[in-house]
C-alpha cells in the first residue's frame, strides 16, 4: 500500500476560558484521536489548532507540547466567528502520512461539540 497524508479531526469544548480549561480539554481530545487513531508521532506532519474567538486565555498548542510532541509543526488560529455557532471550541486537525486509507481515520468529536459531526466517534 502506498503512504499518503491523511487529515485527522477532532473538536472539544473547553469548560471556561482559563489556561488550565483550554489546556485540559485540548490534551483530552489529542489523547482520543492517538487512540482511535493508532497516531505514531514520527508519521505527523503538523498539527493545526483552533479556538473560537471567546477563548483566548491559551495557546491549544502548548497541551501538545505538554504531551511529549517536541518535533510536531504546531499552528493555532481562531475558528471563523459564525453568528450563532459553537463557543468555547476547541479544533485539532492532524495530517498524519500514513498507509490508512479514508474510511480507517476515525474523527472524534466529544463535550459540547459532539453534535458537530453525528457520524463520528462521539
Not at 22 to 39: H, R
Not at 66 to 90: F, K, R, T, Y
Not at 102 to 110: A, G, M
Amino acid at each position: 500500500m502506498t503512504w499518503k497524508c491523511r487529515g485527522i479531526r477532532g473538536a472539544t469544548t473547553a469548560d471556561d476560558n482559563t489556561k488550565e480549561a483550554v489546556i485540559g480539554a485540548t490534551k483530552e481530545l489529542l489523547a482520543k484521536l492517538i487512540e482511535v487513531n493508532d497516531v505514531d508521532q514520527d508519521e505527523v506532519a503538523a498539527v493545526i489548532l483552533t479556538t473560537t474567538k471567546d477563548l483566548d486565555a491559551a495557546f491549544p498548542a502548548l497541551a501538545v507540547r505538554h504531551m511529549g510532541w517536541d518535533n510536531a509543526a504546531l499552528l493555532c488560529g481562531n475558528e471563523m466567528d459564525v453568528p450563532g455557532s459553537l463557543q468555547s471550541c476547541i479544533r485539532i486537525l492532524i495530517l498524519v502520512n500514513t498507509e490508512k486509507g479514508p474510511s480507517d481515520i476515525r474523527f472524534v468529536y466529544i463535550k459540547g461539540a459532539k453534535d458537530l459531526r453525528t457520524k463520528d466517534l462521539n
